[in-house]
Each structure stands twice: as C-alpha cells, then as structure tokens.
C-alpha cells in the first residue's frame, strides 16, 4: 500500500496544503490526531486546535489520548489509527513520541498508516535517523518513513554540528515554520518553500 506523509511546519500550514489541495483528502475523511508528543504541554488543547483548523474540511476529526506507552498499547487506539483515513501527529516533545511509540500497537499503526500528517518536531522520529533536539546529534528514530533525515530549525552551529555528524550519503530536510514537505513513498518533494535541504556541507534538493 501506498504511504503519504506530510511534514508540515506548523499546524496552519498543515491546514493550507490540504486546503490548497496539495495534498488531497478522501470525501469525509476519517481523521484520527494523536496528541501524543504535546503530552507535556496540552495534549487536548492540541487535539482541539487540529479539528478547529480542519473544521472548513471535508473530515471527522476524533482524537485520540495515548499520551505515554501504556495507551499506546490499547487496542481500541491501535485500532482507530489503523481504521483512519488520515492520522495527526501533533507537535510538541519529539523525543517522548519517539519513547511513547516505539515497538508499541499504536506505533506499528502509524508505521502502516496510508497517510500521515506529521506537526512540527514530531515529524523527525518518523525517519530512520532523527536529530536530537538537545544536541543536533543524529540518533535511531522510528524507521516508520525512510528517505531524509527531517528536522526543525535550530541555532546555525547546532545545525553544522548535526550535518557533519551525518554521513555523506543522507540527506537532511529542515522544515520550518512555513515550509512542508510531501513524501510518497521514500520519494520526497518540497510543497511550501521554508525548507533548507542539505547533503553534508553542501546544498542539495529534493
């Protein structure tokens, strides 16, 4: 089956590409958001803030509360990701996303989802390599979308350390706060233009 995933730098962001139609819904799409990397700051202000911005949208927004590994093993929530038209993972702490759903149902229905809308941060677990936010310092993200390694902006030395720990042959997206980025598959293009793209050192694009 075919995987789509949208990394999007902001939630209004997220918004304007399917508005746009950049990033095509099914009629009455059924709409699941995991709030759970907003667990720390809000997650039902989060869930809350994604059905208001699809509200002129053709869609059933249900969220859904797995805030830590436990609900992440609950049936019925590994069941509605599964069931989902479109699954929401909301911003917040990307590095207690990545802790909430690895090797857990939840997880392995994100894993399989056939699109994903990725807020913020949380979009850099999905790849084989996130970058810590504490550091810049690549480490093991979920493997759930393989092809770039994705990031948010960060201090211009945070992000020279992270390029030269990354090897040669990956390639980094910086998202920011107006950019998204559509992958299908593992191939991946830019959709909103507030997005660096780099190979090393050096320039690269998508």
Do not use: K
């Not at 699809?54 to 609950?74: F, K, P, Q, T, Y």
Request: proline content about 5%; aromatic content about 2%.
């Amino acid at each position: 089956m075919e995987r789509t995933t949208l990394a999007a730098g902001s939630l209004a962001v997220a918004r304007d590409v399917i508005v746009a139609g950049d990033l095509a819904l099914p009629l009455d799409a059924d709409v699941v958001v995991v709030p759970t990397a907003a667990a720390f700051t809000g997650a039902a202000r989060a869930a809350v803030a994604v059905a208001d911005a699809l509200s002129d949208v053709d869609a059933r927004v249900e969220a859904i509360m797995v805030g830590d590994r436990a609900s992440a093993n609950e049936p019925y929530f590994a069941r509605r990701v599964g069931e989902a038209d479109v699954v929401v993972l909301c911003d917040g702490s990307a590095l207690h996303a990545r802790s909430s759903w690895r090797d857990t149902a939840v997880g392995a229905a994100i894993e399989r989802a056939g699109l994903v809308v990725a807020i913020g941060s949380v979009a850099s677990v999905l790849g084989e390599v996130m970058i810590d936010p504490r550091g810049g310092a690549p480490t093991t993200g979920l493997g759930y979308r393989p092809g770039v390694v994705l990031t948010v902006p960060a201090p211009p030395t945070q992000l020279a350390r992270t390029r030269g720990l990354l090897r040669a042959t990956e390639t980094l997206v910086v998202v920011g706060p107006q950019g998204a980025v559509l992958g299908e598959d593992g191939r991946w293009r830019v959709v909103r233009r507030d997005v660096v793209v780099t190979r090393g050192d050096e320039a690269s694009a998508l």
